[in-house]
């Protein structure tokens, strides 16, 4: 008999009870290797979706009851119709959740819009000799990019604060060299020449390439799809989509990997228990299954995928949970600082949390990024089956693997030969100069094969570059460092996994270094610097427009072997229409 669809499981979980719930979802945990339950013979799909308060392990599965007879199924239809119909009137009588004051956004047409972004503002310009030290987390998430154009191929101005640089830039492959060897786990390159919209200032690019994994070699995974069935999620960029997306990835695993599906909506509960990665069917069957409905408590849903991702947990393995949600959590613990601190808290177990954001209207982007950073995740957003592609198929290894942990950046800039620099992005990455060697600060982390790609605007003494006004008291740097021809020290620490203690990695950066023309790589990162930077308002490319940007594009296209550099140009028109689009009626998006 064909499973009830999941868009019922909230009144299916008020008429079973949570007993049920604890009995299915949360079996077999400590009575032995995963690979060995996965290997017996595996219950069918759950059929009943329960709710879950405290998720507490449980020796066996139990079987799903015997179908009821006619009459009885009927008696069950009307009490689950009448359930329904209560829920539905508790929800609309549930108190609405304030997240933030709304900002008009230019244009955003049709229905209100809730979509909620983290308000930043631009680094600021720095004189070297009053603050030569420049710290930060590096950043593997690419889902600004893709959010931003999923707007624009809608014809919509993006907010500025969804607008993220370093987002941008580490969307694209730079061809940054790989480590020789794994005795370090990635390799660090700069390269400094002069930047396209000043040419009295340069631009220094630094670059971070991990070592890679072949997907064959890969250690066993034990992934936990975190998926968001609430009612919010109904429309064909959402849900169904999720499914496009998670089904390439299932297309990938193996027998030694295991999946467990977790989905929340008015409550938590376990669709599918660790299965073996071969088992392609199952798994398919279960994400096919899936409909939404009901409101969204996505905090129960974490704390459900994490008992369910320890009990699974996979020594020297791949242990990851991917959420997968539009991030409108409005039930339960909503709460964006209160969540993070338990997902940091979770860190230790070694099990990583990713973010998939998905959908429109109501997506917070916020709630999606700052979770994936709490929980030594990536995130990403998914607005086309293939981004889903490029996220879970192509850069698999990346997105699941992690190689190094903690990796921060430091550069000390040499104020006897630099005036002023500019860090490009990173602003919510930004750290304390006496984090850097606490090995207690977290930082982000880098998967196999990641590349890591930050820039750095820079304008020597004399060199007329120079965008603040002279200190009259500000006295002169002293000439001695001069001497030394270095621009600038970069340190890099960084943690291999499951170590406590940090690395590092030190490196000059030479004046003799400095291009008289910037390499093809250094050229394409400073378009997309400067298109994320007009996208923004344009504060810090003076002259620059559009047909700079997509020139600059252009001419640095090189072997886009995926035509991801194509489509960017393509973009830059969009983005031209749209910031010259005057007169649309505006709708609010909140800014957190």
């Given at each position: 008999?064909?499973?009830?669809?999941?868009?019922?499981?909230?009144?299916?979980?008020?008429?079973?009870?949570?007993?049920?719930?604890?009995?299915?979802?949360?079996?077999?945990?400590?009575?032995?290797?995963?690979?060995?339950?996965?290997?017996?013979?595996?219950?069918?799909?759950?059929?009943?979706?329960?709710?879950?308060?405290?998720?507490?392990?449980?020796?066996?599965?139990?079987?799903?009851?015997?179908?009821?007879?006619?009459?009885?199924?009927?008696?069950?239809?009307?009490?689950?119709?009448?359930?329904?119909?209560?829920?539905?009137?508790?929800?609309?009588?549930?108190?609405?959740?304030?997240?933030?004051?709304?900002?008009?956004?230019?244009?955003?047409?049709?229905?209100?819009?809730?979509?909620?972004?983290?308000?930043?503002?631009?680094?600021?310009?720095?004189?070297?000799?009053?603050?030569?030290?420049?710290?930060?987390?590096?950043?593997?998430?690419?889902?600004?990019?893709?959010?931003?154009?999923?707007?624009?191929?809608?014809?919509?101005?993006?907010?500025?604060?969804?607008?993220?640089?370093?987002?941008?830039?580490?969307?694209?492959?730079?061809?940054?060299?790989?480590?020789?060897?794994?005795?370090?786990?990635?390799?660090?390159?700069?390269?400094?020449?002069?930047?396209?919209?000043?040419?009295?200032?340069?631009?220094?690019?630094?670059?971070?390439?991990?070592?890679?994994?072949?997907?064959?070699?890969?250690?066993?995974?034990?992934?936990?799809?975190?998926?968001?069935?609430?009612?919010?999620?109904?429309?064909?960029?959402?849900?169904?989509?999720?499914?496009?997306?998670?089904?390439?990835?299932?297309?990938?695993?193996?027998?030694?990997?295991?999946?467990?599906?977790?989905?929340?909506?008015?409550?938590?509960?376990?669709?599918?228990?660790?299965?073996?990665?071969?088992?392609?069917?199952?798994?398919?069957?279960?994400?096919?299954?899936?409909?939404?409905?009901?409101?969204?408590?996505?905090?129960?849903?974490?704390?459900?995928?994490?008992?369910?991702?320890?009990?699974?947990?996979?020594?020297?393995?791949?242990?990851?949970?991917?959420?997968?949600?539009?991030?409108?959590?409005?039930?339960?613990?909503?709460?964006?600082?209160?969540?993070?601190?338990?997902?940091?808290?979770?860190?230790?177990?070694?099990?990583?949390?990713?973010?998939?954001?998905?959908?429109?209207?109501?997506?917070?982007?916020?709630?999606?990024?700052?979770?994936?950073?709490?929980?030594?995740?990536?995130?990403?957003?998914?607005?086309?089956?293939?981004?889903?592609?490029?996220?879970?198929?192509?850069?698999?290894?990346?997105?699941?693997?992690?190689?190094?942990?903690?990796?921060?950046?430091?550069?000390?800039?040499?104020?006897?030969?630099?005036?002023?620099?500019?860090?490009?992005?990173?602003?919510?990455?930004?750290?304390?100069?006496?984090?850097?060697?606490?090995?207690?600060?977290?930082?982000?982390?880098?998967?196999?094969?990641?590349?890591?790609?930050?820039?750095?605007?820079?304008?020597?003494?004399?060199?007329?570059?120079?965008?603040?006004?002279?200190?009259?008291?500000?006295?002169?740097?002293?000439?001695?460092?001069?001497?030394?021809?270095?621009?600038?020290?970069?340190?890099?620490?960084?943690?291999?996994?499951?170590?406590?203690?940090?690395?590092?990695?030190?490196?000059?950066?030479?004046?003799?270094?400095?291009?008289?023309?910037?390499?093809?790589?250094?050229?394409?990162?400073?378009?997309?610097?400067?298109?994320?930077?007009?996208?923004?308002?344009?504060?810090?490319?003076?002259?620059?427009?559009?047909?700079?940007?997509?020139?600059?594009?252009?001419?640095a296209s090189g072997d886009d072997r995926w035509g991801l550099r194509g489509e960017f140009s393509g973009l830059v028109e969009s983005a031209?229409?749209?910031?010259?689009?005057?007169?649309?009626?505006?709708?609010?998006?909140?800014?957190?």
């Amino acid at each position: 008999m064909r499973t009830a669809p999941l868009s019922t499981f909230p009144t299916l979980a008020l008429a079973a009870g949570s007993t049920l719930l604890l009995a299915l979802s949360l079996s077999g945990c400590r009575t032995g290797p995963a690979s060995s339950r996965a290997d017996a013979a595996a219950p069918p799909p759950a059929k009943v979706v329960a709710d879950v308060a405290e998720p507490r392990p449980t020796d066996v599965f139990h079987a799903p009851a015997p179908p009821a007879p006619p009459m009885a199924q009927a008696a069950r239809a009307e009490s689950e119709r009448q359930r329904r119909q209560a829920m539905a009137q508790q929800m609309q009588a549930a108190p609405a959740i304030a997240f933030a004051p709304a900002t008009p956004v230019a244009g955003i047409v049709g229905a209100a819009n809730t979509e909620r972004y983290e308000a930043r503002q631009d680094n600021p310009v720095q004189r070297a000799s009053e603050q030569p030290l420049s710290t930060f987390s590096i950043d593997v998430d690419t889902g600004s990019y893709a959010n931003v154009r999923r707007m624009l191929r809608e014809g919509v101005r993006p907010p500025a604060d969804a607008v993220r640089v370093e987002e941008f830039l580490n969307y694209f492959s730079y061809g940054h060299p790989a480590p020789l060897n794994r005795d370090v786990p990635f390799r660090v390159t700069t390269e400094l020449a002069p930047s396209p919209w000043n040419a009295k200032r340069q631009l220094l690019m630094v670059g971070i390439k991990g070592y890679d994994v072949p997907k064959a070699v890969l250690p066993p995974a034990n992934l936990v799809f975190l998926v968001d069935t609430s009612g919010s999620m109904q429309s064909p960029d959402k849900l169904p989509l999720l499914k496009q997306a998670f089904a390439q990835l299932v297309s990938q695993l193996r027998a030694q990997d295991r999946v467990s599906i977790v989905v929340y909506a008015g409550s938590a509960g376990l669709v599918l228990p660790p299965t073996a990665g071969d088992r392609r069917g199952e798994i398919l069957d279960a994400l096919d299954r899936l409909e939404a409905g009901g409101s969204t408590n996505g905090g129960d849903g974490i704390r459900l995928a994490y008992a369910v991702a320890r009990q699974g947990f996979v020594e020297g393995g791949v242990n990851r949970i991917l959420l997968a949600t539009d991030g409108d959590f409005n039930v339960g613990t909503v709460d964006r600082g209160t969540l993070e601190t338990w997902v940091a808290d979770q860190r230790k177990s070694g099990i990583a949390l990713s973010t998939l954001g998905f959908g429109q209207g109501n997506y917070h982007d916020a709630m999606a990024e700052r979770l994936a950073d709490a929980g030594d995740g990536n995130h990403a957003y998914i607005d086309t089956p293939e981004e889903a592609r490029k996220v879970l198929v192509e850069q698999m290894q990346s997105t699941l693997l992690t190689i190094a942990n903690d990796v921060k950046i430091q550069i000390e800039f040499n104020p006897a030969l630099v005036a002023e620099y500019r860090l490009v992005g990173y602003e919510n990455r930004m750290l304390d100069r006496e984090d850097f060697a606490n090995d207690k600060v977290d930082a982000g982390d880098i998967g196999a094969g990641h590349e890591v790609t930050a820039l750095y605007e820079v304008a020597l003494v004399g060199s007329g570059g120079e965008r603040l006004p002279p200190l009259r008291y500000g006295g002169t740097a002293t000439p001695g460092g001069a001497s030394s021809g270095e621009i600038a020290h970069l340190r890099l620490r960084y943690k291999t996994p499951g170590q406590a203690h940090s690395q590092l990695i030190e490196t000059p950066v030479l004046r003799s270094s400095l291009r008289r023309e910037p390499g093809e790589a250094l050229r394409f990162a400073s378009a997309v610097a400067g298109y994320a930077d007009l996208l923004r308002g344009g504060g810090n490319v003076g002259d620059w427009n559009w047909d700079d940007v997509a020139a600059q594009a252009r001419a640095a296209s090189g072997d886009d072997r995926w035509g991801l550099r194509g489509e960017f140009s393509g973009l830059v028109e969009s983005a031209r229409r749209v910031t010259a689009a005057t007169g649309t009626p505006v709708q609010a998006i909140a800014v957190e």
